[in-house]
T-cell receptor, first 113, second 112 residues
Framework: GAGVSQSPSNKVTEKGKDVELRCDPI?????LYWYRQRLGQGLEFLIY????????KSGLPSDRFSAERTGESVSTLTIQRTQQEDSAVYLC???????????FGDGTRLSIL | DAKTTQPPSMDCAEGRAANLPCNHS???????VYWYRQIHSQGPQYIIH???NNETNEMASLIITEDRKSSTLILPHATLRDTAVYYC?????????????FGQGTELSVKP
């Protein structure tokens, strides 16, 4: 199936380390979104890409968080100097256009020790 | 902040219709109502969306009131696999990015 793919599915790392999370959207989808879901909570928007540009980064919680997208395809979310409060499931979604339904991957579960 | 209000939990008997309500009294004229569900340890799954008219697809029906201040998601014959958290979302128009703002949702338990 050609759904949204995220890797790794689980990541455990020590506080202070940098992590990279990857998202492969559905082929041909121009819009890509990152969300974060803390334990027992709803999803929080982080950043939105249209093509390789990010017109809305308003949800990134601090300058330790950054994201890029290349080739209008793969996106990487990077968290530098991780903190325990960064522990969450990070979810990626893509849509054909920005006004079409978003389809989600199953997320990366990040645990900071 | 989410622009929707949903009951935190609901129960439904297997084989019966599940009717999930949502209030969105501050919805704007160009905002769509979207429904997603999330089964434990999975990403949210798109169910259905609508603007003004009622909508139906293979998963569910969406009934939107005439004043658009509330809506109901209907699962016509609930199964145990429909147990999930259901999110009602008012989505900003595309020219505002179209991001989804999730509330706490309704936890639906389908019981045998």
């Amino acid at each position: 199936g050609a759904g949204v793919s995220q890797s790794p599915s689980n990541k455990v790392t020590e506080k202070g380390k940098d992590v990279e999370l990857r998202c492969d959207p559905i082929s041909g989808h121009t819009a890509l979104y990152w969300y974060r879901q803390r334990l027992g909570q709803g999803l929080e928007f982080l950043i939105y890409f249209q093509g390789n540009s990010a017109p809305d980064k308003s949800g990134l919680p601090s300058d330790r968080f950054s994201a890029e997208r290349t080739g209008e395809s793969v996106s990487t979310l990077t968290i530098q100097r991780t903190q325990q409060e960064d522990s969450a499931v990070y979810l990626c979604a893509s849509s054909f256009l920005g006004n079409q339904p978003q389809h989600f991957g199953d997320g990366t579960r990040l645990s900071i020790l | 902040d989410a622009k929707t209000t949903q009951p935190p939990s609901m129960d439904c008997a297997e084989g019966r219709a599940a009717n999930l309500p949502c209030n969105h009294s501050t919805i704007s004229g160009n905002e769509y109502v979207y429904w997603y569900r999330q089964i434990h340890s999975q990403g949210p799954q798109y169910i259905i969306h609508g603007l003004k008219n009622n909508e139906t697809n293979e998963m569910a029906s969406l009934i939107i009131t005439e004043d658009r201040k509330s809506s109901t998601l209907i699962l016509p014959h609930a199964t145990l696999r429909d147990t999930a958290v259901y999110y009602c979302i008012v989505r900003p128009p595309y020219n505002q990015g179209g991001k989804l703002i999730f509330g706490q949702g309704t936890e639906l338990s389908v019981k045998p």
